[in-house]
């Protein structure tokens, strides 16, 4: 593959439209080259714009016109053209001038077996804050599978009075939502952004009775949407395509009921959510894997031992006499085999399954097992979900897993899944599916040739608000290629300097996601978080695009946005 260098513009914007006082040099380059003497531009000139920046090369004049006609209330020209304060104002439409091409929708091939397609993820999908006492509720689920969530987890367990099944987060002070409620709004909502199937991963805490009161629960509530295959385990996992609109159960042979009723020794309240520091504000990176010094690792427990499982004489007891309705349910069969780690990771030709490892499990695991990881994932399913000492539910990265073929790994704010149309599934680079003539696997840890190398400028929108304002931009992808870069304010006058050019080369664009955050300083040189997003680069759409930001939870601002352009030479 050619080398192409990427290069970007940014600006920023709040309002809902901007003056003209507002525009960038560059902008007003832009218009000045495009528009008559007049300073008018009229379809014409806005189909070459189109062709010879946006480098949509099919663009027509009827297509340019329509622009012309959507902004024509900012200019007294109307159908002759647009002037400098409606073209800019076309720039910022975000509906209009999107950084990822909404005619694309879906347009991967989903017939292949799920393992070929990384997962929209959720963890603990039903709680409303933290994992040590906040609500649990259906609500959080709603909000999920609206976003496009493909993947939805709920612990259960028996409720007070052992008659009926809750989900709650075990040995917390997490308050119950019925299980029959989640059901039901996970069937109301499954589809609504996406037509390709939803998982639903159960941790069982249940007794056999309890077990085939959820069966029946499960296929009361979905009916003929429930894809079961039986009691047997899939000798191969069907497709996306095959399975639209379809509601998929995980999970892995019932356990005994385990008591979970403990009080916190130290009290009710005792455990605070931790406040967001500048390091959590700004995002911690990627673990590095080149040195295999991974910080996360200093002083912690490893309480997620791969060998530390509790299959005793009573949980195989339990499997064994577990409700058979309830094992008919299940489509993905997950667990650890015992014998650690090297055994977790085998291949078995007839039959397929679903491995969880915590963040922690995955982290050690890569630095001795990385391709045997890989391997597994290129005929199983592998689950990431975040170590038990992340009580706030806070992102970690997820390339850890990605990079390693990892399907599902469980994060809040998933820049992967804005590709393939939005809906969930995003099909692995090939170089993760396949084996090479020796039987080799991709090797994240590799330094690996320059593809592509992507060149960052961020640019001063004038004025705003007199807030001024710092931008971080960076990488997230395999470890020679993360890196993440910020501005530098200019200390006389209190505001960013935005006339930087960032480089970043990328030897693994296929997995490479466009990271961005603004945040805001005022005089008490108080750090305020302004916004972020997150963009799969291999999608991302030549020219100036309008990027909408989103919250530290992934919920999308109405009109706070940054102004990028994105160019292939």
Known sequence: MSKQTYSFCFCFRRRFSLPVSEAPPEIRTLFNRYSDENGIMTASHVRSFLVEVQKEESATEEEAQAIIDGHKHLSIFHRRGLNLESFFNYLFSSNNNPPLSPSLGVHQDM?????HYFIYTGHNSYLTGNQLSSDCSDVPIIKALQKGVRVIELDIWPNESKDDVDVLHGRTLTSPVALIKCLRSIKQYAFVASEYPVVIT?????????????????????????????????????????????IIISTKPPKEYIEAKEVQEKGEGSQKEKPVDDEEAWGKEVPSLRGGTISDHKNFEDEDDLDNEDDTDEAEYSRQNASDEYRRLIAIHA???KGGLTECLKVDPDTVKRLSLSELQLEKAAETHGKEIIRFTQRNILRVYPKGTRIASTNYNPLIGWMHGAQMVAFNMQGMFKANGGCGYVKKPDFLLKTGPDNEV??????????????????????????????????????????????????????????????????????????VEVHEYDMSEKDDFGGQTCLPVWELRSGIRAVPLYSRKGEKYNNVKLLIRFEFI
């Open 111 to 115: 017939s292949s077996p799920l393992f």
């Open 202 to 246: 159960l941790e069982d805490h249940l007794t056999p009775d309890l077990q085939a009161k959820v069966a029946k629960m499960v296929t009361q509530t979905f009916g003929d949407i429930l894809f079961s295959p039986g009691s047997e385990s899939l000798k191969e996992f069907p497709s996306p395509k095959s399975l639209k609109r379809r």
């Open 335 to 337: 667990g650890k085999p």
């Open 442 to 515: 991709f090797d994240p840890k590799a330094r690996l040739p320059v593809k592509k190398t992507l060149k960052v400028k961020a640019l001063l929108p004038g004025e705003l608000n007199d807030v001024p304002l710092s931008v971080s931009v960076g990488i997230a992808g395999v470890p020679y290629d993360t890196v993440m870069k910020k501005t530098k304010s200019v200390e006389d006058n209190w505001s960013p300097s935005w006339n930087e050019v960032f480089e970043f080369p990328l030897s693994v664009p296929e997995l490479a996601l466009l990271r």
